[in-house]
Structures are given as C-alpha cells and as structure tokens.
C-alpha cells in the first residue's frame, strides 16, 4: 500500500477539516491539502529525469510547503530525503550525493548557501525554492493518479544525526510507516478531527514522522509562524488549537518549564508531550511533570527503528503511587507493540534482567538497511534484529533502563562507569544547569571520569559540593576526577550533546 493513502482516506472522510495552518493561518482543509498533493505530485513526475523511485530532499525549516511535498512525492512514487534545517551546507552536499537526490528543495533562508555548496561541490541536484514562482507552477500541474508503491519500496531516507561519523541514511519502506502509524494508536492516543498537531520540533525527525498518525485521522497540523521553537509562542498556539500534541527533545521541556510564560500557560488544553531523542534526567523531569500534569509521554527510539523502541505512557507517568515509579521514570519504559526488544552480550545472547548489554529489536517499523553502505547495514542489521548500540538493562517487569551508547561508556580501572549514572547526580545541585560526563585517557587507569559542567546565570559552583553529592550517591570510584565549568555544552543540529567534541577538548588542552 502507498502510505499516501491515508491522506487521501482523510480527504475523502473529513473533506472540510481544517488540515494545515501556518501561525494563525489556515492554510489547507483536507480537501485542499490533497488536491494541493496530487498537482504537486503531477509537477514533480514532470520534472526532467525524474522516474518512479526516485528520491527528492527537503533542505527546508519547517513550512505549510513540508507537508504537501511530503505527500505530493508519495502520491508520485517517490521517496523522501528530510534533512534538518540546521545542517551545514556541506553535510546537506553529502547527503545529497550520498542517495543521488536529483531535486533537492530548499526554503528561501537556505537556498543561496546550498546553491553555492552545489556549485563548488560539483553536486548535479536541481535546487528549487520551496516559496518560488517555480514552486507555484509544479503545485499548479495537472493531478496524477497514486503510483502504485510496494510495502518494501523505500519511502523515507532518515540521515542519522553522525554524533559518530558521517551521517547514513536509514531506509525506511512503506510497509514501516504504516506500521508506526497504527503503532501510534495502540500506544499513544487515538486521534480524530478534534485534535492538533503542533511542529515546534523538525519535520525532518520525529515531529515530521507523527504528522502521518496524525493525517490518517483528521488532525489539524500546525506549523509555528517563527518555523521553529519559541516557548512564548508555543504557549499561545496552545491556547488557540484544541487538544494539542507536540514533540520536545528533553532540552525544549527544560526551556518551556523554566520559562516565565509556563505559570499562565494553559497546560490543561494539552493532548501529549511527547519527549525523547536524547536522556531526560529525573530532576528535569519531576520539574516537567509538576509543570504539565500527566502529559507526558516518553520515547527511545533511533532514526532506524522510528518513534520508537520502547515507551513510557502518560499513564506510567501518572502512576505515583507505585512502589517502583521513580525507577520506571528515569526508564526508557517497555517495548512498544508489536516491536521485540533483547538485551544481548557481544555475541548476541540473551542477558539475564538486571545485567547490561547492547539492545537490539526487531519489528516491521525497523528499516531495511542504510542506503548504498551494506558494510554499516551488515554490522547494524543481524538475522533482522537491529543493534542499536545502545546499552541498557531490564528489571523483571520489562522496563529497559538505557545505560549510555557503547562508545561513551568509560573504562576506569577495568570498572565500567555509565556517565548518565553520574550526570543524574550531578544534576540535583540546584545551581547545576547542564552536565555531561566523559572520559579522558590515563596513563595508569585506562580512562578517568571527568565532568563539564554548566552552572545556571549568575551562580557558581564548587567542586566540593558536587564532591559531596557524588559520595552521598554513587561508589567513590565514579566520582569526576576534574570538574570543567564551560557556559553551553556544544549540541548537534537536534540538541544532542556532542560527546567526541568534549573529548576532542580534552586531548587538546
Ligand atoms: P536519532 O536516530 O537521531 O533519533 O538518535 C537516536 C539515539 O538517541 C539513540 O540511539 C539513543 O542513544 C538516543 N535516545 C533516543 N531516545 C532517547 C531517550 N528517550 N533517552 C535517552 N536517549 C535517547
């Protein structure tokens, strides 16, 4: 089944549902929307050299312009390229090279940095400017019967964030996005036309993957007039749009609470907050959750195996009086439906609960493969089941504690030391804003445990105090032989904490 079905079932059931807004603005019902897809897909199959199969990237802040490619390229026969806004021209070359993108669009803030990149990279892609004269003509063709597309046909290249190298494109088929939007329903919430949807997060990653949930019922898509995220705004969309759900990365839930706006926010018009894609420490949650109410809803998941592995529901949240619920908050919560999660040694056998080991799944949701790279697809995908190369370990109810990535694990006197353990800790100093904990090489212990730390405006903290809260919590030997105080963690395009750049000061000091 060609996934852009499900827009043209909503079309078809709730014609006069408002689909798309920009800001205040309705741009699109749903019967719009979809006439707008199948022009557009009509335009797109018109384009020189472009064949069933093909695959065209979006270079793109979020825009009205997002979504409609997004199904006018599933309804053509075409698979999605979605790159995060914030890339740097080069890496944007790269990916584009790396799947031979023939047509790349591009909002007007990054069409000349790329078009010059294009240029001097020697990178044959057409660049065209999603709010162009250009545009308006392709939206404009005549409309195109659905391509027939095959549950195995790729339909969306999600690129990996490259924390550990170069970024590889997790093909993901039809037949995985359908499985993730039915998934939605079984664990999530189900939606109908009194819902919305706000994109304050990229459509390139998981804000862009819930729209299709979201779409096959009804709900109203917004996207932000500033295109990104701004807390004040956010609040005020709230206000406006009924019943609405949005994606946070744990960063924006810490900006939104500690924000003034949060005290007249009117939290209780909201559906779900969902948060993943990096840790969420229990402080910062515990500060989320007194803000929001149980609205919370928790994922860990990767780009291959989208939206994701395990979960913790809003009801898991809300569940206070459980002998274990501090512990199930600081999890990563159990396997969503319909996905087998294992915990495995080096050699892929089970570990018993308790004890640590790579996390590895398997499910319809998961990719086929990285495109054009079978070295990385053979190491990451095994007899179906994919290595995460996350570490992690189950209690006895199922629920999967996430440990750190494999690579961050530090190696202290032959002791493992799991740097989110100590960052949790660190954390409770109440003029701690962010910590990141790494390793650094020694001579005599192999690694040693060494904190950035970055305290809140206009306090300081000394080391003796996070001394003392590292002895009252975890064994001496996890205790950071240095404490670094820097002013911002370096952070990729998603807001994850780039670890190797920490490690990368260290040796250059
Ligand atoms: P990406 O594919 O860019 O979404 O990155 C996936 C990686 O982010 C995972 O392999 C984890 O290391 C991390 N991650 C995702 N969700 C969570 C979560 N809920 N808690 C902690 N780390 C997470």
């Given at each position: 089944m060609n996934i852009a079905s499900l827009l043209h079932g909503t079309a078809r059931c709730?014609?006069?549902?408002?689909?798309?807004?920009f800001g205040d603005v309705l741009v699109h019902r749903y019967r719009g929307l979809q006439e707008r897809a199948v022009r557009l897909a009509g335009g797109l199959r018109a384009l020189?050299?472009?064949?069933?199969g093909d695959r065209i990237a979006f270079a793109m802040k979020n825009a009205p312009e997002y979504v409609e490619l997004m199904w006018a390229a599933w309804h053509a026969g075409l698979c999605i390229v979605p790159m995060n806004a914030k890339l740097h021209p080069k890496e944007f070359a790269y990916i584009l090279q790396n799947c031979g993108v023939k047509v790349c669009f591009a909002t007007p803030d990054l069409t000349e940095a790329l078009a010059e990149e294009l240029r001097s990279a020697d990178v044959s892609a057409r660049l065209i400017d999603s709010e162009s004269a250009e545009y308006r003509t392709l939206a404009s063709h005549a409309p195109i019967e659905m391509q027939p597309a095959l549950p195995?046909?790729?339909?969306w290249l999600f690129y990996t964030s490259?924390?550990?190298?170069r970024p590889k494109g997790a093909t993901l088929t039809h037949r995985s996005l359908l499985a993730m939007t039915l998934r939605y329903y079984a664990d999530v919430d189900a939606v109908g036309t009194s819902d919305s949807m706000i994109?304050?997060?990229?459509?390139?990653h998981a804000s862009g993957l819930y729209s299709l949930p979201h779409i096959a019922k009804g709900s109203h898509q917004v996207i932000p007039a500033s295109q990104g995220f701004d807390p004040d705004e956010l609040f005020a969309l709230i206000d406006r749009y009924d019943n609405a759900t949005f994606f946070t990365a744990p960063t924006m839930i810490t900006r939104m609470v500690n924000h003034p706006g949060i005290r007249n926010a009117?939290?209780?018009?909201?559906?779900t907050v969902f948060y993943g894609g990096a840790p969420m420490y229990l402080e910062n949650l515990k500060s989320a959750l007194a803000a929001f109410g149980p609205r919370l809803w928790q994922g860990y998941g990767q780009g291959e195996t989208?939206?994701?592995?395990t979960y913790v529901s809003k009801a898991l949240h809300a569940d206070?009086?459980?002998?274990r619920y501090e512990q199930r908050l600081a999890s990563v919560g159990v396997a969503r439906t319909g996905v087998e999660v294992r915990i495995v040694d080096d050699e892929g056998r089970d570990l018993p609960v308790g004890e640590i080991g790579e996390i590895i799944c398997r499910s319809?949701?998961?990719?086929?493969?990285?495109?054009?790279n079978p070295e990385a697809t053979a190491k990451s995908l095994r007899d179906g089941w994919l290595w995460t190369g996350d570490m992690g370990t189950f209690d006895e109810d199922g629920f999967l504690t996430l440990k750190d990535r494999s690579k961050d694990v530090i190696i202290s006197g032959g002791s493992n030391i799991y740097p989110r353990e100590v960052e949790e800790v660190l954390l409770q100093?109440?003029?701690?804003?962010e910590v990141s904990v790494v390793g650094r090489h020694h001579p005599d212990w192999g690694e040693e445990v060494i904190a950035f730390v970055v305290p809140k405006p206009g306090r300081t903290v000394r080391d003796d105090a996070l001394d003392a809260l590292c002895l009252e919590n975890i064994?001496?030997?996890?205790?950071?032989?240095q404490y670094l105080y820097i002013d911002e963690l370096p952070k990729n395009s998603y807001g994850k904490v780039l670890k190797t750049e920490l490690r990368t000061r260290l040796t250059s000091a």
């Open positions: 709730f014609p006069d549902a408002p689909a798309l807004s020189p050299g472009i064949a069933a195995e046909q790729p339909a490259g924390t550990t190298g994109h304050a997060a990229p459509l390139s009117r939290v209780e018009r909201i559906r989208p939206n994701t592995i206070t009086g459980h002998p319809d949701v998961t990719m086929i493969g990285y495109w054009n100093h109440p003029d701690v804003l064994a001496r030997f996890k205790r950071p032989k």
